[in-house]
C-alpha cells in the first residue's frame, strides 16, 4: 500500500518560494507507470491539479501555474518537491501530495489513487 506524506512550513511570505516535499513509503517513485502529483484546495473553493512527475522524470504543470512551478525528485530518498514561485495570499490553501498509476487524466485529481494527508500552507506577511 503507498502512503505519502507531505512536509514543510505552514507560512510562507509574499513573494517567497513555497517549497514542499511529499516523502513517499510502500513503493517506489520509480516504480513504471507511476505519476506523482501535487494538487491544492484553497479555502471555499474546489480541489485544483499543480502538476506532476513521472516515474521516468517527465514532468507536467497546470498552464496556469506553470510559470511558477517547478516539480523535481530525490529517488534515493524516495521523495519528490514542489517549489512555487513568487507566491501571494492566492496560494493558500491545503497542498496534497498524491498517485496516480494511469498516464490519463493525470490533471483532474479524481484520477489519483493515493493521496497524503494534506499540509496547510497560509502565504502573509
Known amino acids: 500500500q503507498v502512503q505519502l506524506q507531505e512536509s514543510g512550513p505552514g507560512l510562507v511570505k509574499p513573494s517567497q518560494t513555497l517549497s514542499l516535499t511529499c516523502t513517499v513509503s510502500?513503493?517506489?517513485?520509480?516504480?513504471?507507470?507511476?505519476?506523482w502529483g501535487w494538487i491544492r484546495q484553497p479555502p471555499g473553493k474546489g480541489l485544483e491539479w499543480i502538476g506532476y512527475i513521472a516515474y521516468s522524470g517527465s514532468t507536467d504543470y497546470s498552464p496556469s501555474l506553470k510559470s511558477r512551478t517547478s516539480i523535481s525528485r530525490d529517488t534515493s530518498k524516495n521523495q519528490f518537491t514542489l517549489q512555487l514561485t513568487s507566491v501571494t495570499p492566492e496560494d493558500t490553501a491545503v497542498y496534497y501530495c498524491a498517485a496516480a498509476s494511469d498516464p490519463y487524466g493525470l490533471e483532474y485529481p479524481g484520477e489519483y489513487s493515493y493521496w497524503g494527508q494534506g499540509t496547510q500552507v497560509t502565504v502573509s506577511s
Open positions: 510502500g513503493g517506489s517513485i520509480t516504480t513504471n507507470y507511476y505519476y
